[in-house]
């Protein structure tokens, strides 16, 4: 029997390991940190240690360490010399963040459809979206993911952007070889807890190749002032925010990237054996990896397909939702993520932004910029059917192996198996209270 009609679970309480994983050594690197943290003066040493260990690890030369993603994309923008009404290319199906660091800079985001196999931009749908304003592309790593650079780098070569990696789901992943971090002209990555390279608190890395973009991201993090070699001037040249990250939370992150290279490995490999253990199941896709990347399942998502089940007369909402009922009720941590691709959140459908409109209406924006659902079908679609594991609830990080993704993969044969026609009366109840 299934468990949310009252029948035993298949993960008992306690089976599956949190994220992040944290070991001796990085409790010995947070008191250290403390110890060594007064007195206070910026930028502290475990703070260059993150910094330099990021730069080691993805060759990036320049690196600044800031208190959130947010910040490092908006430190990208605004280094890639993005001005008010000028427009960034941005995946529809992504994190808010990814799009608002854009208005954060008083520029414009404009929207560009997703590829249903890889979840991320499609490089064949942004030639069309460039205008003459656009100035960049953010190209979002999604799930753990990287995007499809050769393509996009052409592109931007081609048409002369900047192209920004948000690496914020997918440290430790490669693109033919490369690492995520290094796959742009710049890249912004987050520390947050859950992410794949975490602070445990908050935190955000900057990384770049040009000496001057350093500089101008730089002014960014701390109040708009040059850092000279001797100490602040205490004048501000730009509008710039205080963006520094807390010493502890770089502390911790450090201490994490040490075993980041071994981390990511594991990660792989689980989700290689979730994707193996879960074939020949009917009524969900698994996620595909092209070749020459690895995924490292920041999340590992899932599609449902009633079709698949000969329910073609279920609302995939319904199945969706007696699905995630069901398998939250075996004890396996699943999670719709976002309902709507990010151009359909009410900021852009009602375009108030600072207020009065800006940025899209204070006089530097091309008039006429409108954001319609319906232009991200492909978006849309991945948002109506999907489902994910992994981040902190369902991790496919360490210490879980192989054996842990085994028990997953018993919970989805229970379910749309050994239990169909339970699942089917489920879904059906849920098509009734949607009505
Ligand atoms: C988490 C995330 C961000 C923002 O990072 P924060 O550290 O939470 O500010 C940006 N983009 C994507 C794709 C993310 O998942």
């Known amino acids: 029997m299934l468990a949310v009609d009252g029948g035993e679970r298949v993960i008992p309480e306690g089976a599956v390991a949190p994220w992040p994983y944290i070991l001796d050594e990085d409790r010995k690197a947070v008191l250290g940190a403390l110890d060594q943290a007064t007195p206070w003066h910026w930028p502290m040493k475990p703070v260059q240690e993150l910094e330099?260990?990021?730069?080691?690890?993805?060759?990036?030369?320049y690196v600044l360490a800031a208190n959130s993603g947010t910040a490092a994309l908006h430190m990208a923008i605004a280094a890639a010399g993005v001005e008010p009404g000028d427009e960034v290319l941005v995946p529809a199906d992504t994190f808010l963040a990814s799009a608002s660091s854009v208005l954060q800079a008083n520029a414009i985001p404009v929207f560009v459809d997703t590829g249903i196999e890889t979840f991320n931009i499609d490089p064949a749908l942004v030639e069309e979206r460039i205008t003459g304003r656009t100035r960049a592309i953010i190209a979002v790593d999604l799930n753990g993911l990287p995007a499809d650079y050769d393509a996009l780098r052409r592109i931007a070569d081609h048409r002369g952007l900047a192209l920004i990696e948000d690496a914020a789901q997918a440290h430790g992943a490669t693109y033919r070889d490369r690492p995520v971090g290094a796959l742009g002209t710049m890249s912004g990555a987050s520390l947050n807890g859950s992410k794949t390279l975490?602070?445990?608190?908050?935190?955000?890395?900057?990384?770049?190749?040009?000496?001057?973009?350093y500089r101008l991201a730089r002014r960014v993090l701390m109040f708009g002032e040059e850092l000279p070699g001797q100490g602040r001037d205490y004048n501000a040249r730009i509008m710039g925010w205080n963006?520094?990250?807390?010493?502890?939370?770089?502390?911790?992150?450090?201490?994490?990237?040490t075993r980041l290279p071994e981390m990511s490995r594991i990660r792989r490999d689980n989700g290689a054996a979730l994707t193996a253990a879960l074939?020949?199941?009917?009524?969900?896709?698994?996620?595909?990896?092209?070749?020459?990347?690895?995924?490292?399942?920041f999340f590992y998502p899932?599609?449902?397909?009633?079709?698949?089940?000969?329910?073609d007369d279920v609302p995939v909402e319904a199945f969706r939702e007696a699905v995630e009922r069901a398998v939250r009720a075996e004890g396996l941590g699943i999670m719709r993520w976002q309902p709507q691709p990010v151009p359909a959140q009410t900021l852009f459908q009602e375009l108030r932004g600072y207020g009065r409109g800006c940025p899209w209406s204070c006089g530097h924006a091309r008039p006429g910029h409108a954001y319609r659902?319906?232009?991200?079908?492909?978006?849309?679609?991945?948002c109506r059917r999907r489902l994910v594991l992994g981040q902190s609830f369902s991790s496919l990080g360490p210490p879980n192996d192989p054996r842990t993704m085994r028990t997953f993969a018993d919970v989805f044969h229970k379910v749309l198996v050994e239990e169909r026609a339970?699942?089917?009366?489920?879904?059906?109840?849920?098509a009734r209270e949607a009505e």
């Open 243 to 257: 963006y520094r990250i807390d010493v502890l939370a770089a502390a911790f992150a450090r201490s994490q990237l």
């Open 52 to 61: 330099e260990a990021w730069a080691q690890f993805t060759g990036m030369p």
């Open 279 to 297: 074939d020949g199941i009917p009524g969900i896709r698994p996620p595909v990896v092209p070749e020459g990347l690895t995924h490292v399942y």
């Open 302 to 311: 899932l599609l449902v397909e009633p079709e698949g089940l000969g329910l």
């Open 422 to 430: 339970s699942l089917v009366a489920l879904a059906r109840r849920c």
């Open 373 to 382: 659902p319906e232009e991200y079908p492909v978006a849309e679609e991945i």
């Open 198 to 213: 975490s602070a445990l608190g908050e935190g955000g890395l900057f990384a770049t190749r040009d000496e001057e973009q």
